[in-house]
């Protein structure tokens, strides 16, 4: 009798049970994810059965993932924690998407943004690109963080976590930054195109090559994720020999790259160059895309201890290659601060002339450095264009849900970018003038974008909800808030300053005066939404940290 009644209380808990998982599912199918307070198990619940009827929908294939080998052996069930030792053997195989991501650190707007630096500034801005690029080492680790705790990136959890009209602005600001940006990658590999064929090709016709050898690169995926990542890191490793090469050949002085390094120092007259210098470094793009390109591994996200182990790699391989991209900053800024600081030229050279100026004062030799200059520009131009094609399919495919193949998601969005691409190629080719007051303006539109990439990571990374045992601590989260205020002020300068010297005319002050309002209040509903300010005060230090598990 007595197993009777327990038999059948058994079996009235798992039909509660399933109704209320049943119900919780539908739940968060219906309203956004910041409302679904469920607990992190039944969470991973639901994304376990969202995962076998969405498999379509992800990122990357199951087939495509690599797979890490021996990596089970983190843990047997989903509650273990257990993290084997470091193995070279593994890390080698996570290594591939903190190249990828790297690359925003190095493309043809940010050697723009260091040679200016270097030839106006001098060595005294080297302090500022260093710990610019550990803040923006800061940002990546978190986008890294969402998406291997989550297995979705940034784009689709936006698109759950706000409200119908809140995810279709962020979906817009993303992608007009995502063109902005596009815009002077392609323009940068135009300009290199041309450097190389000593001018027989004019920039419109270095647009089209690189939209076209843009698909080639992207084929190659098909035969493996890692081919892909061979090539970036051939592009990378093009860009260190071409600028180390240029960085021995005019002898620097090294004191005075020491000092610039450890003694932070700005005047008033480097300050636009130190705000350009840090908005150079962090881009919106590349936290969308960091957060999907983690995915590329096959990782179990129900298993603690391989999440962790994941995340300790990625770490690893993503501060190696952000080191690799300060020290070819390094090398551009010192290069054009030997040559050209003190000089007449400095606040007229850009990428245009810059190839120029430096065979003027070195000469044809051996190897002219006018033809370095363009092979590094050609690798950087090219393969930021193509991490540019990536974080819009993932942007597209994330704020959108569009369920259609890789290479029309692919044709979409380079069709989207290409096409204004060219039409300023045209319109602006008229003159060096020309192409630095469209950089200028594409700068404005990303700066515009900036918060509203890093308030919803830092919004989704601070949620027990979302990232279970994965949530960031209270010391971290402090630390990340203050680095996204400080670039947020940074970027809030930059367009200022720049509004300021263009606003003429009441039509046109009126307007500016309006997008602005807008932009600031709809920071505020963001920041109110993330539930920020109270949640870093009544936290307590010793909740989760960043690299171990329970963030002890």
Same mark, same amino acid.
Request: proline share 3%.
């Given at each position: %009798?007595? +197993?009777?009644?327990?038999?059948?209380?058994?079996n009235?808990? @798992?039909?509660?049970?399933?109704?209320?998982?049943?119900?919780?599912?539908?739940?968060?199918?219906?309203?956004?994810?910041?409302?679904?307070?469920?607990?992190?198990?039944?969470? @991973?619940?639901?994304?376990?059965?969202?995962?076998?009827?969405?498999?379509?929908?992800?990122?990357?294939?199951?087939?495509?993932?690599?797979?890490?080998?021996?990596? @089970?052996s983190?843990?047997?069930?989903?509650?273990?924690t $257990?993290?084997?030792?470091?193995?070279?053997?593994?890390?080698?195989?996570?290594?591939?998407?903190?190249?990828?991501?790297?690359?925003?650190?190095?493309?043809?707007?940010?050697?723009?943004?260091?040679?200016?630096?270097?030839?106006?500034?001098?060595?005294?801005?080297?302090?500022?690109? %260093?710990?610019?690029?550990?803040?923006?080492?800061?940002?990546?680790?978190?986008? $890294?963080?969402?998406?291997?705790?989550?297995?979705?990136?940034?784009a689709?959890?936006?698109?759950?976590e706000?409200?119908?009209?809140?995810?279709?602005?962020?979906?817009?600001?993303?992608?007009?930054?995502?063109?902005?940006?596009?815009?002077?990658?392609?323009?940068?590999?135009?300009?290199?195109?041309?450097?190389?064929?000593?001018?027989?090709?004019?920039?419109?016709?270095?647009?089209?090559?690189? $939209?076209?050898?843009?698909?080639?690169?992207?084929?190659?995926?098909?035969?493996?994720?890692?081919?892909?990542?061979?090539?970036?890191?051939?592009?990378? #490793?093009?860009?260190?020999?071409?600028?180390?090469?240029? /960085?021995?050949?005019?002898?620097?002085?090294?004191? @005075?790259?020491?000092?610039?390094?450890?003694?932070?120092? !700005?005047?008033?007259?480097?300050?636009?160059?130190?705000?350009?210098?840090?908005?150079?470094?962090?881009?919106?793009?590349?936290?969308?895309?960091?957060?999907? &390109?983690?995915?590329?591994?096959?990782?179990?996200?129900?298993?603690?201890?391989?999440?962790?182990e994941a995340? +300790?790699?990625?770490?690893?391989?993503?501060?190696?290659?952000?080191? !690799?991209?300060?020290?070819?900053?390094?090398?551009v800024?010192?290069?054009?601060?030997?040559?050209?600081?003190?000089?007449?030229?400095?606040?007229?050279?850009?990428?245009?002339?810059?190839?120029?100026?430096?065979?003027?004062?070195? #000469?044809?030799?051996?190897?002219?450095?006018?033809?370095?200059?363009?092979?590094? &520009?050609?690798a950087?131009?090219?393969?930021?264009?193509?991490?540019?094609?990536?974080?819009?399919?993932?942007?597209?495919?994330?704020?959108?849900?569009?369920?259609?193949? =890789?290479w029309?998601?692919?044709?979409?969005?380079?069709?989207?970018?290409?096409?204004?691409t060219?039409?300023?190629?045209?319109?602006?080719?008229?003159?060096?003038?020309?192409?630095?007051?469209? +950089?200028?303006?594409?700068?404005?539109?990303q $700066?515009?974008?900036?918060?509203?990439?890093?308030?919803?990571?830092?919004?989704?990374?601070? =949620?027990?909800?979302? %990232?279970?045992?994965?949530?960031?601590?209270?010391? *971290?989260?402090? !630390?990340?808030?203050?680095?996204?205020?400080?670039?947020?002020?940074?970027?809030?300068?930059?367009l200022?300053?720049?509004? &300021?010297?263009?606003?003429?005319?009441?039509?046109?002050?009126?307007?500016?005066? /309006?997008?602005?309002?807008?932009?600031?209040?709809?920071?505020?509903?963001? *920041?109110?939404?993330?539930?920020?300010?109270?949640?870093?005060?009544?936290?307590?230090?010793?909740?989760?940290?960043?690299?171990?598990?329970?963030?002890?």
């Amino acid at each position: %009798m007595n +197993n009777t009644q327990s038999q059948q209380h058994k079996n009235r808990e @798992e039909e509660e049970e399933e109704e209320e998982n049943r119900l919780l599912q539908s739940e968060c199918e219906t309203i956004p994810l910041s409302s679904c307070r469920s607990s992190p198990t039944k969470r @991973e619940h639901v994304y376990e059965q969202q995962e076998e009827e969405e498999d379509t929908d992800a990122v990357y294939a199951a087939k495509d993932k690599v797979h890490i080998f021996d990596l @089970e052996s983190a843990g047997e069930g989903s509650g273990s924690t $257990a993290v084997p030792p470091v193995s070279w053997r593994k890390l080698w195989l996570f290594t591939g998407p903190g190249l990828l991501m790297s690359v925003a650190f190095l493309d043809p707007g940010n050697l723009e943004g260091d040679l200016q630096a270097g030839a106006i500034a001098g060595y005294s801005l080297l302090w500022l690109l %260093m710990w610019s690029t550990i803040m923006g080492l800061v940002i990546q680790l978190l986008s $890294a963080r969402l998406g291997v705790a989550t297995g979705r990136h940034l784009a689709e959890l936006c698109r759950e976590e706000y409200s119908k009209w809140a995810r279709l602005v962020l979906w817009v600001l993303a992608e007009l930054a995502l063109i902005a940006a596009d815009i002077q990658e392609v323009i940068g590999s135009a300009i290199a195109f041309k450097i190389l064929s000593h001018g027989l090709l004019p920039i419109w016709a270095g647009v089209v090559i690189t $939209a076209m050898d843009c698909f080639f690169f992207l084929f190659l995926e098909n035969y493996g994720v890692r081919k892909l990542e061979g090539v970036f890191a051939v592009f990378i #490793g093009t860009m260190g020999f071409s600028f180390a090469w240029m /960085f021995f050949d005019t002898k620097p002085n090294e004191e @005075e790259l020491m000092m610039g390094l450890l003694i932070p120092k !700005v005047s008033s007259k480097t300050l636009r160059q130190a705000v350009e210098i840090v908005g150079c470094v962090i881009t919106p793009h590349n936290v969308f895309l960091h957060s999907a &390109l983690v995915q590329s591994r096959d990782i179990d996200i129900r298993n603690k201890g391989q999440v962790q182990e994941a995340l +300790n790699y990625y770490s690893i391989e993503s501060s190696v290659a952000l080191l !690799v991209t300060l020290v070819i900053n390094l090398f551009v800024i010192t290069v054009f601060a030997r040559v050209f600081y003190g000089t007449e030229q400095a606040k007229g050279i850009g990428l245009v002339n810059a190839g120029q100026y430096l065979e003027e004062r070195y #000469g044809g030799g051996f190897f002219p450095i006018l033809y370095i200059w363009g092979i590094g &520009l050609l690798a950087a131009g090219q393969s930021s264009t193509i991490t540019g094609t990536y974080a819009g399919q993932f942007i597209t495919e994330g704020f959108l849900k569009l369920n259609i193949k =890789k290479w029309l998601r692919a044709l979409i969005t380079r069709s989207c970018a290409i096409v204004p691409t060219m039409i300023c190629a045209i319109v602006f080719n008229t003159s060096e003038g020309s192409l630095d007051t469209l +950089n200028e303006w594409l700068n404005v539109v990303q $700066a515009i974008q900036i918060p509203f990439a890093l308030i919803p990571l830092l919004t989704l990374v601070s =949620k027990e909800e979302v %990232m279970g045992t994965f949530r960031i601590g209270p010391i *971290v989260e402090r !630390v990340s808030w203050s680095v996204a205020v400080l670039v947020i002020l940074v970027y809030g300068y930059m367009l200022l300053d720049f509004f &300021l010297a263009e606003v003429d005319g009441l039509l046109f002050g009126f307007l500016v005066f /309006f997008c602005a309002a807008a932009w600031i209040s709809f920071i505020i509903y963001l *920041v109110q939404h993330s539930g920020a300010i109270p949640s870093m005060l009544l936290r307590s230090p010793n909740s989760k940290g960043f690299f171990s598990l329970n963030g002890n």
